[in-house]
């Protein structure tokens, strides 16, 4: 035995309790630590393959919308050549019509015959009329004209008789009163 006395109180095969508290209480932490992390592997697990069912649902969603994109340029691309494929035929057909309009013109003029020309001040005019003609050859009967002044007296308000001959008789009646030389007759 040693010569201090103090190796004779312990057993050799017996360790110290303080050690023994010491390990317990080492295991208990690593323990608690394991269960610690566990745990937290677990919900960033979970979070984990939540994110990445996402990712391909995202994918997938991407995949879709740049499928759908290139069916519509696709789409696009077959309206425009249509687009132009019509305007060249639009563009074709209005040469044409241009080409028989003049050709029709010309028929028309050479075979213009004295009789078919009216001698009428007033014709009647077209309701869908053209640049190069917006009245009829058919002229403005006589009924028409003499309704004509009576009926604009009507649409302004004007009260009294309103006739041809009461517009000319009262213009001129400005006229003279205004100092407008008299030309004589027409």
């Known amino acids: 035995m040693s010569g201090n006395g103090r190796g ?16 317990l209480v080492a295991l208990a932490i690593l323990g608690f630590n394991y ?20 990712i391909r649902i995202l994918t997938s969603k991407r995949l879709n919308e740049e499928q759908s994109k290139r ?27 241009d080409k028989k309009g003049g050709d029709v013109e010309r028929a028309e003029n050479s075979k213009k015959d004295p009789k078919d020309e009216v001698d009428a001040f007033y014709f009647k005019p077209l309701v869908n009329f053209t640049t190069y003609q917006w009245f009829c050859k058919v002229p403005v009967g006589h009924n028409t004209l003499q309704k ?26 400005r006229l003279y009163q205004a100092g407008v030389e008299e030309h004589g007759a027409y």
């Open 8 to 23: 004779a109180a312990r057993n050799p095969s017996k360790s110290p309790p303080f050690l023994i508290i010491g390990l």
């Open 35 to 54: 269960w610690n992390l566990s745990s937290s592997n677990g919900s960033l697990s979970a979070t984990n393959m939540d994110l990445q069912d996402q």
């Open 71 to 97: 069916d519509i340029e696709r789409k696009y691309q077959l309206i425009e050549q249509r687009i132009a494929t019509k305007d060249s035929e639009i563009k074709k057909l209005q040469e044409d019509v």
């Open 148 to 173: 004509y002044v009576k009926r604009l007296c009507t649409a302004v308000g004007l009260e009294g008789k309103g006739t041809n001959h009461s517009l000319r008789a009262s213009t001129a009646t």
